[in-house]
């Protein structure tokens, strides 16, 4: 696998619709520490406002949240410790229910590339919630062992992480691993899938990617296994 395809668990960009007027105007930011900035170039493809950004950030614990699918259920724990604001933001997102009814667009099967990608309202990977916010980035993930270089790290079986068109350009798009990957540790990993949502994940990628026109057996495209993403649901915190 090239490097671009092991970087590529990016946002593709987003819509461009935006007014000129819109454009013009200083994009808003909150205050907290998280510091979550609207984008007027790539508006939100399901109305939501931008979270809220307390000073003390919740930066403790984990928790559950029941994902249900069309394949079946995928369980997630969510880890405050290690990316408190993406773990804010994911919440917001959920109680607002931007993701309900959303369809994950994006599956790879790369030797040292296996995951599943969601977030977008508009199936496209383009879509995004029209804000962004800073990388919470992992360090203590172990090298990977398929890149003698030591530049990848170990993206293991079952890690939830931000997709990403950069640094700092969090958004809505996420990326649940379902098979040891080696990417360079530039996406915010805040949880962990349960066992039951490895099961799911395991079946969607045993249906494949669905074949074009271009590429009748590819191995990073649309899965054939239809997965939206039914409800997100958040436990009852404050």
Do not use: W
Request: hydrophobic residues 30%; glycine residues 10%; aromatic residues 6%.
């Amino acid at each position: 696998m090239t490097a671009l395809a092991a970087a590529a668990l990016v946002v593709s960009g987003g819509s461009t619709t935006a007014s000129a007027s819109a454009s013009d105007a200083p994009p808003r930011t909150t205050h907290g520490p998280c510091q979550y900035t609207q984008t007027p170039d790539e508006p939100a493809s399901r109305p939501v406002p931008l979270p809220r950004d307390p000073r003390h950030t919740p930066s403790h614990g984990t928790f559950g949240m029941a994902v249900r699918t069309s394949q079946g259920p995928l369980p997630l724990r969510l880890n405050r410790a290690k990316a408190p604001c993406t773990v804010q933001s994911f919440l917001h997102l959920a109680r607002h229910r931007f993701y309900d009814r959303t369809v994950c667009h994006r599956l790879t099967a790369y030797p040292t590339l296996k995951v599943l990608q969601c977030g977008d309202p508009t199936s496209t990977g383009e879509g995004g919630p029209g804000y962004k916010y800073k990388d919470e980035l992992p360090v203590d993930l172990p090298p990977a062992p398929s890149d003698p270089t030591g530049a990848r790290r170990l993206y293991g079986r079952g890690l939830l992480a931000m997709a990403n068109a950069g640094p700092n350009t969090n958004g809505s798009q996420f990326f649940v691993v379902y098979g040891d990957s080696a990417l360079r540790p530039n996406y915010t990993v805040f949880g962990t899938v349960g066992a039951a949502g490895l099961k799911t994940l395991d079946k969607i990628a045993a249906g494949g990617i669905a074949p074009t026109a271009q590429d009748p057996a590819p191995v990073d495209g649309t899965p054939v296994l239809r997965t939206e993403l039914l409800n997100v649901r958040p436990p009852c915190l404050p």
